[in-house]
C-alpha cells in the first residue's frame, strides 16, 4: 500500500476527521471508501445501462401512454 500526501484546509480537515470519527472510523478507511466508490463510478454506470437495455427489450407498453393517476396506482 502507498502512502499519499494531500493538501487541503485545516478547518476542512478537521471537519472530516469529526465526521470519520463519529462513524468509528479513520479519516484514511473513509478516503479509501471513497477511492473505491471514485473508480468504480463508471463500472456501476455501465452495468446500469446494461440492465437498463435489458430491461427494455421486455418491459414495453405497446405505445400506450399512462396518465398520471396510473402510474401512481397501488
Not at 463519529?22 to 478516503?31: G, I, Q, S, Y
Not at 471508501?33 to 437498463?52: I, M, N, Q, V
Amino acid at each position: 500500500m502507498k502512502n499519499v500526501t494531500f493538501s487541503a484546509d485545516d478547518a476542512l480537515l478537521e471537519a472530516a476527521r469529526r465526521k470519520a470519527r463519529a462513524a468509528n472510523r479513520t479519516l484514511n478507511d473513509e478516503f479509501r471508501a471513497w477511492l473505491e466508490e471514485y473508480t468504480g463510478r463508471e463500472e456501476t454506470a455501465r452495468r446500469a445501462s446494461a440492465f437498463l437495455d435489458h430491461v427494455t427489450r421486455y418491459a414495453t407498453t405497446g405505445g400506450r401512454r399512462f396518465s398520471r393517476e396510473e402510474m401512481n396506482e397501488r
